[in-house]
């Protein structure tokens, strides 16, 4: 039996955390913003960064949800949809649907790789 309590979780944060979203640090004109549908690679380093306990044995739902947060922002390397096109490579905006398109694209990698590949990364 699986268990997906950690797969809802990183997917709940993953929209919460969503840079532009909510909340946006730094912002594009101010320090933080709110609600601006804004992102950038600087915005995503400061949103992602989980703490971490001492003694985690089992370190791949923690890296891979964060690897997998900061390849799927939309708008940072890519947006389905777009704007103006179905399609768009980093244009550093975001919308409602590519957060929920992005969002299930996440939720779809995250649980393949823990859930059904019980794919795992111990530490010493």
Known sequence: MSDWGPVFVAVVLFILLTPGLLVQIPGKGRFIEFGN???SGA???P???PFFEKKMAD???VLIGVVLFVLLQPGLLFQLPGHNRQLEF???KTNGKAIAIH???FFAIYAILIL???VHIYTG
């Open 116 to 118: 059904a590949l019980h």
């Open 43 to 45: 915005s995503i380093l």
């Open 37 to 39: 549908f804004q992102t």
């Open 103 to 105: 969002t299930l694209i």
């Open 59 to 61: 370190w791949a739902p």
């Open 47 to 49: 949103l992602h960064n």
């Open 90 to 92: 980093g244009s550093m």
